[in-house]
């Protein structure tokens, strides 16, 4: 499974960046702003970004921890990964940010050290894995006592009237447009299935819990689109 997964995102990975911005009508970078926020790294704190993809995440948080901090991304899928040093130097040419590291590797058994991060973020990147509960035990693992954990991912809109126009746009339109604009449909359907049927809201929140994070924060953003959540180690 996580072979075909690093597969359909090596294979998008050219325009990874710009159907995010297409399908999500320009709002998806404001989503990882929030999930920024939620966190609210200290300056000079150690960040780990799983599932950092083209690195958008790992790069605000860079910033947000400036020159003293130290933010580590990691993800599956070299393509995705081979974008993220340009646009973080580029970056990096108007703004001061911490130092960044990019290591290819497996959300679920991550190569690194026990408790060696201040904070971890994951952005649309849990519903990917085989196992979720796994991996957030695996996020708790490398993060510092009473240090937080943000999740960015997507779930479901429970508004009566914008939820099934936003079924209609992410089953039939999405796959049209995302198809079109990366060649590959096929990973614009899997967005939307795998998304239709992932826990959200208090279900993920629950696993969060049992994964042995606590004061959990829960919070929609764009009538449920995505979902925000924070957890603390414990
Ligand atoms: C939808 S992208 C999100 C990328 C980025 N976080 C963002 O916000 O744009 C999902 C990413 O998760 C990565 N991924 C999927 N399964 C993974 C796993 N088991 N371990 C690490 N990364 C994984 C994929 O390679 C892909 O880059």
Not at 136 to 156: A, D, N, P, S, Y
Not at 179 to 205: D, K
Request: glycine share 10%.
């Amino acid at each position: 499974m996580s072979l075909a997964i690093q597969q359909m995102f090596d294979a998008i990975s050219a325009r990874y960046d710009l159907a995010n911005r297409v399908l999500s009508l320009g709002i998806d970078p404001s989503w990882r702003r929030s999930a920024l926020r939620l966190l609210a790294p200290r300056p000079g704190a150690t960040v780990l970004d799983v599932a950092t993809g083209t690195g958008d995440l790992a790069i605000a948080l860079s910033q947000a921890v400036g020159i003293t901090g130290r933010v580590v991304g990691v993800d599956l899928a070299a393509g995705m990964l081979r974008l993220a040093p340009a646009k973080a130097a580029a970056v990096r040419r108007r703004a001061a940010m911490a130092a960044l590291g990019w290591i290819q590797g497996d959300a679920l058994a991550l190569p690194l050290a026990s408790a060696s991060f201040d904070a971890a973020t994951m952005a649309f990147g849990i519903r990917n894995t085989d196992d979720p509960l796994g991996a957030l035990c695996e996020l708790r693992r490398v993060v510092k006592r009473g240090g937080r954990i943000v999740i960015l991912e997507f779930g479901q809109p429970r508004d009566r009237l914008f939820a099934p126009l936003y079924q209609l746009y992410s089953r039939h339109v999405m796959p049209r447009i995302g198809g079109l604009l990366t060649g590959a449909a096929a990973a614009y359907s899997y967005l939307p299935r795998t998304a239709a049927a992932f826990p959200c809201g208090t279900a993920f929140a629950a696993w969060m819990r049992e994964a042995g994070l606590a004061r959990i924060v829960v919070r929609p953003l764009f009538l449920g689109v995505a979902w925000l959540y924070r957890g603390e180690v414990l």
